[in-house]
């Protein structure tokens, strides 16, 4: 478990660099004294994502000697998009970053715009991640690492923080997961803030593999999952660092379809006016299918970046 200082710590660090997102509460949801509160981390300037968060976490602790061979991080998308945007907002030479080769075209665009150094590897986060983390060994550049970073997961899990303060009745949190260190991070600092609060992480029936580790005993690093699944960056293996932490900050996780996560992104968009990409989307889903553990709670969800394609939302939105 993360000591809670050092998310504090973290805070007080970066506060002048992100947003205090909105807590939205969503009346399509909330019924009588079932409450739902949608964290918008999809509405984080310039970036729409909450990695912005753990990016500055970590680059904020870093001195120049240890950046003298350069930074950067392997990345499915919203994490080489904050390391890029970060790099501007602290004036750091530009950033080393590995993605898959079908990473989202508005992901790449940012990074592009920022003036990031993009690499491009193998057709699933996995891939490149395998490929890159050989490189950054080589070169010895110092990766800003989204599933293995402690420094980093300190600035992730400032937005429980700032969701007790927005709701400190909070009973309840959803969060994606994608490597796990979003969920660990704002599991522990609930844990320490307020130990009632049950977390609850999501991950797609198609690539479950927290679940599977965690009925095995067993941690892998890879996990197999289909290329053409909706929640890109919840597929895959899951960090180290989340599976040994996995029971003391999670109640719990929740398995969502792809079919599902589609119907909570149009229903975002239509009915809360929020734009979600399918992998921030699974919370919203997770949430109505799961809706009996979550009767007369106040239920927090992070919805945690909102860079969809076009494409991909174009066809959603036709489909429904």
């Not at 899990?157 to 994608?178: F, H, V, W, Y």
């Not at 589609?262 to 929020?274: G, S, T």
Request: with cysteine; hydrophobic share 35%.
């Amino acid at each position: 478990m993360i000591d809670i200082k050092h998310i504090e710590a973290a805070y007080d660090r970066i506060k002048d660099y992100v947003a205090r997102t909105r807590l939205e509460k969503s009346l399509y949801l909330s019924e009588g004294d079932t409450e739902v509160y949608m964290k918008l981390e999809c509405e984080q300037p310039i970036v729409k994502n909450f990695k912005l968060r753990g990016v500055l976490g970590k680059l904020t602790l870093l001195t120049d000697e240890q950046l003298k061979n350069g930074y950067g991080t392997i990345s499915s998308g919203n994490q080489g998009v904050s390391v890029s945007y970060a790099s501007q907002l602290l004036k750091l030479d530009r950033p080393y970053i590995v993605v898959p080769e079908n990473t989202p075209k508005p992901k790449l665009e940012k990074m592009e715009k920022f003036g990031a150094d993009i690499h491009k590897f193998g057709h699933s986060f996995d891939e490149a991640n395998g490929t890159g983390e050989a490189i950054f060994e080589e070169k010895g550049i110092i990766k800003i690492d989204a599933r293995e970073d402690v420094e980093g997961l300190y600035g992730a899990g400032t937005i429980a923080l700032e969701i007790l303060q927005q709701l400190p009745e909070l009973d309840a949190i959803i969060i994606p997961k994608g490597s796990g260190g979003n969920t660990i991070a704002n599991g522990s600092y609930l844990r320490q803030a307020k130990p009632d609060v049950k977390v609850y992480c999501v991950e797609p029936e198609n690539s479950p593999a927290l679940t599977t580790n965690l009925e095995t005993g067993v941690w892998t690093k890879f996990f197999d999952s289909p290329d053409d699944a909706i929640m890109q960056s919840l597929v895959g293996g899951c960090a180290k660092n989340t599976f040994d932490n996995a029971a003391e900050c999670i109640d719990g996780i929740l398995l969502v379809s792809d079919d599902e996560v589609r119907d909570a992104v149009y229903e975002l968009a239509q009915n809360e006016k929020v734009i979600a990409e399918p992998d921030s989307a699974a919370p919203y889903a997770a949430f109505k299918k799961y809706r009996h553990l979550f009767e007369g709670k106040k239920t927090a969800m992070i919805i945690t970046g909102g860079n969809i394609s076009k494409e991909v939302f174009k066809d959603i939105i036709s489909s429904r």
